[in-house]
């Protein structure tokens, strides 16, 4: 079994920046996808961004290119999302998924491993 602890989410305003920590553990690989959701009150959880190693590609949604990067320290086979520029609507629980197999980018029902969130407000 895998387990993901998330971390770094918090109250921020308008502009302000966080970075969310996804640290798996358990039996990883060095094949698979690790990715961020999200799921704002009475709206359904969206996909944010997502990282596949061998080869490295990242994908983000729309509303995040340019503000959100995603990266990976694979010694300590955590997942980083850096939010800059963050803005009210990015207000959610923020959710980190893994899969430890395949290639490419896997939609939600792809993934195996789910974390418990992280909630992330966002002021005005």
């Known amino acids: 079994q895998v387990q993901l602890v998330e971390s770094g989410g918090g109250l921020v305003q308008a502009g302000g920046s966080l970075r969310l920590s996804c640290a798996a553990s358990g039996r990883t690989s060095s094949s698979g996808a690790m990715g961020w959701f999200r799921q704002a009150p009475g709206k359904e959880r969206e996909f944010v961004a997502a990282l596949t190693w061998s080869p490295t590609f990242t994908s983000y949604t729309d509303s995040v290119k340019g503000r959100f990067t995603i990266s990976r320290d694979s010694a300590k086979n955590t997942v980083y999302l850096e939010m800059n520029s963050l803005k009210p609507e990015d207000t959610a629980v923020y959710y980190c998924?893994?899969?430890?197999?395949?290639?490419?980018?896997?939609?939600?029902?792809?993934?195996?491993?789910w974390g418990q969130g992280t909630q992330v407000t966002v002021s005005s």
């Open positions: 998924a893994a899969r430890f197999r395949g290639v490419g980018v896997p939609g939600p029902e792809g993934y195996d491993y």
